[in-house]
């Protein structure tokens, strides 16, 4: 077979054609596209996918039509191996805990959270940490017991979720602004047999046989416990966390996340936007979604300060845009939605972003052309990222940044590249991977995967550890 490419700078009759005629006893290719749609070495890579998928069915005659390949060599290990090269070293024997613990021997005195007129240091929240995590081990929490922590936002809500981490345990967030019924499912579902919360929290709940500590009113009887750091309980395959899905395809479903996941999703952050000791945190997203852990470890494992921003600010961009001058933020993510909003505030109001250095948008997709009014409003020096992942991966996936980015204003912002230790797979309905430019599913792997996500087959003999997790990217 002999490909000739036809280039039409004038026009053509379609947008590309193949003709293919007999001549000499061999076939000739013919290949007419037009030059302002396409670029020649597309058409030369759908040359070599035709090719290889005729000398397939030579080769292997009675192999079903889906499963027979279009890739050379070259073009999978690309796409396998090329780029998914995302290896780097994270620290394997440690919880998430210890590393929060690293920090405050480091920066005992710094402030580590703010909430209005509230803050607390390091070695403060550290300390309650401990006290909460004692007393909540004579209760019998311990590895992979998981205690629900139902706490409006507050700096108590810190202390009590690095509180059942040392203690051993993961934590289960609910939102106490949750309607009831789903509460109740949570709890059920879960399975969980204490229950963090507060006075104000408390009314919000169903009413169960669920064993239940105030952080508030039981604090004089935790506050009676030792300060100092607990034995480690936990290894790094143990459970951190428990978030559970939002159920917009069935009931909503809890995904476990083990400690050795979140510590190398941190250690991926870190390198990705150069996390410092010297930022300042915004912290948006609500407690039980997935985003608010991402936030908390990314802010308190490097040693920085994490701002807690009220709920009522997301919807007044005046009053958040002034918090986060007055609290120096320089990391934030928000959502879609949230974002629009600022954009809108600042251009009418001629302000800017110019103190920002990670601005990370994700949970939602937006288009190029806000991409681009955002990038408008940044400094020079300000990282603007779309990210992107799933619950059953832990957080984020992959991310995109680029200045300059050339695509139709309306189309997304593209999900960019891997995180560190993080795969991603772009396969059809067989598990074959697909070629450059052709829509398939998204699947992803790596140490962020959920404990409850058994690795699939072994997909085209390359990974075992492989899921398909979102669908028709």
């Not at 300390?127 to 311990?142: D, E, F, M, P, T």
């Not at 006075?199 to 169903?206: A, F, G, I, Q, T």
């Not at 009887?221 to 428990?242: C, D, G, H, M, W």
Request: aromatic letters at 10%; one cysteine or more; proline letters at 5%.
């Amino acid at each position: 077979m002999e490909p000739y490419l036809a280039v039409h700078e004038q026009g053509s009759v379609f947008d590309v054609s193949l003709t293919i005629e007999e001549l000499d006893q061999s076939l000739h290719f013919i290949w007419e596209y037009s030059a302002d749609l396409f670029e020649a070495n597309t058409i030369c890579r759908w040359a070599r996918h035709l090719e290889c998928l005729l000398e397939s069915i030579v080769t292997n005659p009675e192999q079903r039509v889906g499963f027979l390949p279009l890739l050379r060599s070259e073009e999978l290990h690309q796409l396998l191996v090329s780029w998914n090269n995302t290896q780097i070293d994270y620290p394997q024997d440690k919880c998430i805990h210890q590393l929060f613990a690293e920090q405050v021997k480091q920066r005992s005195d710094n402030i580590a959270v703010v909430f209005g007129n509230e803050q607390i240091t390091y070695w403060d929240l550290n300390a309650k940490a401990n006290q909460l995590a004692y007393y909540l081990q004579s209760l019998g929490v311990g590895p992979d017991v998981i205690v629900g922590i139902c706490i409006e936002r507050s700096v108590e809500m810190l202390v009590g979720l690095l509180g059942i981490l040392k203690a051993g345990g993961a934590y289960l967030p609910l939102d106490p602004s949750y309607p009831r019924d789903r509460l109740a499912y949570l709890l059920e579902d879960s399975g969980v047999t204490l229950l963090l919360v507060s006075e104000k929290s408390v009314v919000r709940l169903p009413e169960s046989k669920i064993r239940v500590v105030f952080l508030d009113q039981d604090w004089p009887v935790i506050s009676q416990n030792s300060r100092e750091n607990l034995a480690l309980r936990t290894k790094p395959a143990s459970l951190a966390y428990v978030i559970y899905t939002s159920g917009s395809t069935g009931k909503p479903k809890g995904v476990e996340i083990e400690h050795k996941s979140l510590v190398n999703a941190y250690r991926a952050w870190e390198q990705a936007y150069q996390l410092r000791p010297q930022n300042s945190h915004l912290q948006m997203a609500s407690f039980s979604f997935d985003v608010f852990t991402g936030n908390w470890v990314r802010a308190l494992c490097s040693g920085a300060k994490l701002v807690l921003c009220p709920k009522d600010f997301l919807l007044e961009p005046e009053k958040l845009y002034q918090l986060m001058l007055q609290e120096q933020v320089d990391c934030a993510e928000f959502v879609p939605a949230v974002m629009r909003n600022l954009i809108e505030y600042l251009e009418n109001t001629e302000q800017n972003l110019d103190f920002m250095k990670v601005l990370a948008i994700g949970s939602d997709s937006w288009s190029v052309q806000e991409y681009q009014r955002f990038r408008q409003l940044c400094g020079s020096g300000t990282r603007l990222v779309n990210s992107y992942g799933v619950s059953e991966a832990t957080i984020d996936s992959c991310y995109f940044e680029n200045a300059n980015i050339q695509r139709p204003l309306e189309s997304p912002v593209p999900i960019g590249k891997p995180f560190a230790n993080a795969l991603l797979y772009i396969l059809d309905a067989h598990l074959q991977p697909v070629p450059i430019g052709v829509p398939g599913e998204l699947h992803i792997g790596g140490v962020g995967l959920a404990r409850s996500y058994e690795p699939s087959q072994k997909v085209w003999g390359h990974s075992p550890k492989v899921r398909r997790l979102i669908s028709k990217e």
